[in-house]
């Protein structure tokens, strides 16, 4: 090699170097500047004369090359701030019999036309990557805090209580409640009130993914795990979770084989992704909640008895709508808050009768039908106040107690005999009766719609188009 080495004319050297690295310099060990090619001065703005000699960091900008030489440590492919852009750089020691002498400087790029190039996609990838990355930690975080839990009620703020006091330890969390409730709310406010607030917050339907998707889904897949997996394998939502809260929503809908390896996970604290060999240290947080009776489906078989205990450390009962009637008014000024910002609207409100109708109503759907129902009054209002007139059909004709003092309905062809009644039209009386069945069947099954067309006996399709000519959702 050195004789190889020794065939080169001396002559040669200096070209060979500026030709492997078009922009070099090389400091002393003080930091001095004793050699910097054309390139390089060229691209500072300045010449060789009035570089060499110098102090390597009244040359360069934000260079590193003093520090380098103090460290002994070499930095390869190093991201480098300069002239209001970013280049990359590699430093290495010159070391001469085991002492460090100076040090060696090179950037990485062999034209201008290079430095462009970086400068406009490599540049532009790094700002995309700093957007997906800011969008991804947002989506993260937890959404909602106690504070946005609203009601006065007993119920309420005894539920309400029992979750921030529980909030600071690591225990799991069950949340039990109707569909509509709030109970991803009371999810992402435990989250927010405990120690991992700063960390991440995933949520994830196990009722909406796929069976044969979910176990990917939570634990994630190596490369070539399954045909169409994502080169490079993918983390699963336990992965994402790490150090911070999993909110488990519907967990009463989770397939028995699944629930197998989620209690393996609780338990080992690891995970082992889809085609994978090596198991994974997790800390997670569950918070789980379901609409469902856990206890029932433990009886019947349909959910695991030692994944229920393990699940349930800490249990929340969240009241229904109906069992907390006064804070109807309150959650309704809130929601409507919400709502015409969507609409650009300000200062909406409800009329007294309104207010009545719909503290007299059950409220199947929870507070979600009850957002539906004010969103729609929105829809068609042209004032500021909601009058009976702007809701759905089946509150607008709802009777109330001052309207109706009695009422015998004839049976058998039997007189009918009214007081203080009002007669409708058929369709009307007809679509009004339609709707309440819809949704005394919803309230009977705790929202699951396949369940409420059964005990209907309507097909599930002309379940779903009732609900969507109802608007109950």
């Not at 995309?128 to 909602?144: A, C, M, N, R, S």
Request: with cysteine.
């Amino acid at each position: 090699m050195d004789q190889g080495m020794d065939e080169i004319p001396y002559q040669w050297h200096k070209q060979i170097i500026n030709l492997l690295a078009e922009r070099i310099v090389v400091v002393n060990r003080d930091g001095i500047i004793l050699h910097i090619n054309e390139a390089y001065c060229e691209f500072l703005g300045t010449t060789i004369e009035k570089a060499l000699q110098r102090p390597v960091q009244e040359v360069i900008e934000n260079t590193r090359m003093h520090i380098v030489v103090k460290t002994g440590q070499k930095e390869l492919a190093a991201i480098h701030p300069i002239n209001g852009s970013e280049m990359i750089a590699n430093r290495y020691p010159l070391v001469v019999e085991g002492e460090i002498v100076g040090a060696l400087g090179t950037v990485m790029f062999r034209s201008p036309e290079e430095w462009r190039m970086y400068k406009s996609k490599i540049q532009h990838l790094v700002e995309e990557l700093k957007y997906y990355k800011t969008k991804v930690e947002k989506d993260l975080k937890g959404k909602y805090h106690f504070n946005h839990l609203i009601g006065k009620s007993s119920t309420f703020l005894a539920t309400k209580k029992l979750a921030e006091r529980i909030s600071g330890n690591n225990s799991s969390v069950l949340l039990i409640g109707e569909s509509g409730t709030g109970k991803e709310l009371f999810a992402h406010a435990i989250h927010n009130h405990s120690m991992r607030a700063s960390l991440p917050f995933v949520a994830i339907n196990c009722a909406s993914i796929p069976e044969h998707l979910l176990e990917s889904e939570l634990f994630g897949y190596e490369d070539g795990a399954f045909t169409g997996a994502k080169k490079g394998g993918k983390k699963g939502q336990f992965e994402i979770a790490n150090n911070g809260s999993l909110f488990l929503d519907e967990i009463g809908d989770m397939p028995l084989t699944m629930q197998s390896k989620l209690l393996r996970v609780l338990q080992e604290k690891e995970v082992q992704r889809v085609g994978g060999q090596k198991s994974i240290a997790v800390d997670v947080r569950i918070i789980a909640a379901t609409h469902r009776d856990l206890e029932k489906l433990v009886e019947d078989g349909k959910f695991r008895q030692d994944l229920y205990y393990r699940l349930n450390v800490i249990k929340i009962e969240i009241p229904p709508l109906r069992k907390r009637t006064d804070d109807i008014p309150l959650i309704s000024i809130s929601l409507l808050k919400k709502i015409e910002k969507k609409f650009f609207r300000k200062g909406i409100g409800l009329s007294a009768e309104v207010k009545e109708r719909l503290m007299q109503h059950s409220w199947p759907g929870n507070i979600r039908e009850l957002e539906n129902v004010l969103e729609r009054a929105i829809n068609v209002l042209d004032g500021k106040t909601i009058e009976p007139a702007h809701l759905p059909l089946y509150l607008r004709d709802q009777e109330t107690k001052s309207n109706y003092v009695s009422e015998t309905i004839a049976i058998n062809n039997n007189p009918t005999t009214l007081t203080s009644h009002r007669i409708q039209p058929l369709k009307e009386t007809l679509a009004q009766v339609e709707k309440q069945s819809l949704l005394n069947a919803l309230g009977v099954t705790n929202g699951n719609k396949q369940e409420a067309a059964k005990l209907l006996e309507i097909g599930k399709t002309s379940f779903y188009e009732k609900c969507k000519l109802y608007d109950i959702k």
